[in-house]
Structures are given as structure tokens and as C-alpha cells.
């Protein structure tokens, strides 16, 4: 199932985030954000760090595209 994080990173655009701060802020590991530029699969606690530290909900920051698209 391809996952896409495109939401996630305008998101971090539009608050003036990078990824150095957002995994300083959030406390994830560098392997989970390595994952989250190549839209792989991560753990929800991950997903649910982002969330609480951007004031978002999953659907913000990660969409679920068809299987075609893969």
C-alpha cells in the first residue's frame, strides 16, 4: 500500500520546520525520518509524535494513495 508524506512536508514548510528540528522537537529517530523522505512505512508512534508536535491530525501529514499509483 503506498503511503505519501507530501502532506507532511508542506506542512513543515508552511511552519518553518526542517527536518533537523522536527526530529529534535519530536525525539524520532533519524532511520524513522529517513523513512519518511522515501515514503515507506513507519510506526504510528512516529506519526503520532509528528502529529502532537504540529498540532495535526494523521491525515495532515500522510495520505494513502491507491495501489496503482505504486
Same mark, same amino acid.
Given at each position: 500500500?503506498?503511503?505519501?508524506?507530501?502532506?507532511?512536508?508542506?506542512?513543515?514548510? /508552511?511552519? =518553518?520546520? =526542517?527536518?533537523?528540528?522536527?526530529?529534535?522537537?519530536?525525539?524520532?529517530?533519524? =532511520?524513522?525520518?529517513?523513512?519518511?523522505?522515501?515514503?515507506?512505512?513507519?510506526?504510528?508512534? #512516529?506519526? #503520532?509524535?509528528?502529529? =502532537?508536535?504540529? /498540532?495535526?491530525?494523521? /491525515?495532515?501529514?500522510?495520505? #494513502?494513495?491507491?495501489?496503482?499509483?505504486?
Amino acid at each position: 500500500m503506498p503511503i505519501s508524506y507530501n502532506r507532511l512536508w508542506k506542512l513543515m514548510i /508552511d511552519k =518553518n520546520i =526542517n527536518k533537523t528540528k522536527l526530529r529534535t522537537l519530536t525525539g524520532i529517530s533519524s =532511520n524513522a525520518m529517513a523513512k519518511l523522505g522515501k515514503n515507506e512505512s513507519v510506526q504510528v508512534e #512516529v506519526l #503520532v509524535k509528528i502529529c =502532537n508536535c504540529l /498540532d495535526c491530525t494523521m /491525515d495532515e501529514i500522510m495520505e #494513502v494513495l491507491p495501489k496503482e499509483a505504486e
